[in-house]
Every structure is written in C-alpha cells, then in structure tokens.
C-alpha cells in the first residue's frame, strides 16, 4: 500500500481534485479542511482509505495541532492548497477578512511548510506542493493587493528553498504551482469574476501533479498563461502595474454592477 498524500482546503475546488487524483493513484489521504461535513462526504466518495482532520489553519495553534496528528504517518506529499483571496481598494477591505488571508496564505503555510521538510529531511525524499498563483510571480495586483502579495511570498519561499535543496543534493521536491483563474469556490469568496476564461480545476490538479513528479519548481498550467508571465517580465514594471489594475478594476465594476442589480455571486 502507497504512503500517505495530505491535502489541506480538501473540501472544494483544486484540493478536491487533488484528493481525486490521489485515490485514484492509490494514495492513502488525510484531508484537511475547516468544513467535517464536506470533508465526510468527500472521503465517502474516494476508493482509498481516508483520515479527515477538520482544522481552522488561520488559527497559528491549529497548524501545530495538525502537524501533531500526523507527524508519525509515513507522508510522501504534502500539498498546501488551503487560501483565499479579496477584491477592491485596499482602504476599504475588511481588516480583519485581510489578517485571516495572511494566517492563511502564509503563515500556516510557512508553518506546515517548515516542519514537513524537517520531517522528509529525516527520510531522505517526499514531495511539498505549495499552491500559490500567477498572480505571485507579478511585481504586484491593485485591487486585490494583499492577495497578491501573500501569493508572491508563496513564491519567493517555495523557489528559495528548492534551491537550498538543490544545493544539499536532497532528493526532496519542493514546488509551487501558479494557475490563472480557475472555476472554484475562490471566485465567490474573493468577490471577484475573472475576465480571462478559468480551467478545470480537475485539469489544474492532473497538471500539477505531473510536473510535480517531473521536478518542475514553477508550475503554471495553460500555455497562455505561461506565455504572458514571460512577456510580462519584459514590461516596464510601472506599465505592468498598470495593466494589473485596469483588469482587477473591471472585476470590482463587475461585482458592483451585480449587486445593484442583486445579481452579486
């Protein structure tokens, strides 16, 4: 029997396929997420055996608590999928909506990120996938500025270590994988409908998953998404900017429009 795969936001968009993909592998899961009921019902509807730990990861307290449960299973990948997103002035967010997406996007993350690569240091190998976004390999996102900038730490700390385990010939992966929009529950939460057309998140998990085992650091699905984060790195950085906010501004109008019209997702 195969080791086991943790996942956390198991319970909906990428996680749950990603919870998918695995089974079907016959990885044994620990599915990690706030919501038990939807946690249950995804493990009734998986083939492999499957532990649910139903955890609120903004909470510091919670990230060790978890890391407790499953420190002495044998894990081979460990997926930080668990984050979210919001959308408008940055003067105008919900403080404490926006202090929650930093525990989350990146604290717990750091958290669960440092002690599963001090327990795979122990074996030898394993795989951490940290989900991040297109939106943290730009230089920063008006509009959903704080969002961005927990993604681009996401990123920063994921390539930095793979390259402190490249240097120690460790045979331990570490990767962050960048979408562009995906169709998942994100949209809803962030407030926001994307102008660009969203992939599978069925599709986002199979690719991932693929170039995680193909050693890949950045992960980005779709060729146009891979094609503009290249030729955005040829931009002027102001002129970048610039196009980053003119398309989160046609989101915010987007939202704004809905909810006159009680149309709001």
């Known amino acids: 029997m195969k080791k086991y795969a943790v996942i956390t936001g198991a319970s909906a968009g990428i996680g749950m396929e990603f919870a998918k993909k695995l089974s079907e592998e016959g990885y044994r899961l620990i599915l990690i997420a706030r919501r ?19 955890a609120d990861l903004t909470k510091e307290s919670e990230c ?19 984050g979210f997103g919001d959308c408008g002035r940055f ?35 394993g795989y951490l996938l940290n989900v991040a976004s297109s ?7 008006p509009y959903m500025a ?6 681009a730490y996401v990123t920063s700390l994921t390539r930095g270590i793979a390259q402190e385990l490249r ?15 995906v ?42 998404m891979r094609l503009a984060m290249t030729l955005g790195r ?3 950085e102001k002129l970048y900017v610039r196009i980053a906010a003119g398309q989160q501004r046609r989101k915010t109008s987007s939202e704004t429009g809905r909810r006159r019209h009680g149309r709001a997702r």
């Open 183 to 224: 169709d998942t529950e994100f949209n809803s939460v962030a407030n926001v409908e994307f102008a660009l057309k969203g992939i599978r998140p069925d599709y986002c998990a199979r690719y991932a998953l693929e170039q995680m085992r193909k050693r890949k650091v950045v992960i980005i699905p779709k060729a146009y």
């Open 36 to 54: 038990k009921d939807r946690l249950q019902k995804l493990a009734g509807r998986l083939r492999t055996e499957c532990e649910i730990l139903p």
């Open 135 to 141: 939106a943290g390999l730009m230089p920063a996102g």
């Open 91 to 125: 003067w105008e967010g919900d403080l404490k909506k926006e202090l929650n997406m930093i525990h989350l996007n990146i604290r717990a993350l750091h958290i669960l990120t440092k002690l599963m690569l001090k327990k795979m240091r122990k074996t030898g190998d």
């Open 146 to 151: 704080t969002y961005y900038a927990t993604k």
């Open 64 to 82: 060790y608590r978890v890391y407790e449960e499953i420190q002495d299973k044998e894990i081979e990948i460990f997926i930080n999928n668990a």
């Open 234 to 236: 040829f931009l002027p």
């Open 167 to 181: 240097e120690a010939n460790s045979r331990i992966y570490i990767g962050c994988l960048c979408p562009g929009p």
